[in-house]
């Protein structure tokens, strides 16, 4: 089992920061990969970044070059690192954790992110 938990999420002018904390905890030695995902009104829920035990990084197209996912392993965080914020990022964005053998996958509770015109 892993718990995850994020914070930072907040309001923000479009082309402003925000960076966003998603600590792990339990079975946290046999994670394969964290990610962030996010989901607007309306919409599914879409892959934003991710970070593989190895350090390999992806990113949606829509937010490369102002989005960097990075890991601090004896934290046990992520950190979604979000810069020339624009309206359409807003949305609930979700730590999730990809762990064992099996890909058990787990979601943290969420956290608002809106980006003002």
């Known amino acids: 089992q892993v718990q995850l938990v994020e914070s930072g999420g907040g309001l923000v002018q479009a082309g402003g920061s925000l960076r966003l904390p998603c600590a792990a905890s339990?079975?946290?030695?046999?994670?394969?990969?964290m990610a962030w995902y996010r989901q607007a009104p309306g919409k599914q829920r879409e892959l934003v970044a991710q970070?593989?035990?190895?350090?390999?990084?992806n990113y949606a197209d829509s937010v490369k070059g102002r989005f960097t996912i990075s890991r601090i392993n004896a934290k046990n965080t992520v950190y979604l690192q979000m810069n020339s914020l624009k309206p359409e990022d807003t949305a609930v964005y979700y730590c999730?954790?990809?762990?064992?053998?099996?890909?058990?996958?787990?979601w943290g509770q969420g956290t608002q992110v809106t980006v003002s015109s």
């Open positions: 999730n954790a990809d762990e064992g053998y099996y890909r058990n996958y787990y």
């Open positions: 339990g079975s946290i030695s046999s994670i394969n990969a």
């Open positions: 970070i593989t035990s190895g350090g390999i990084t």
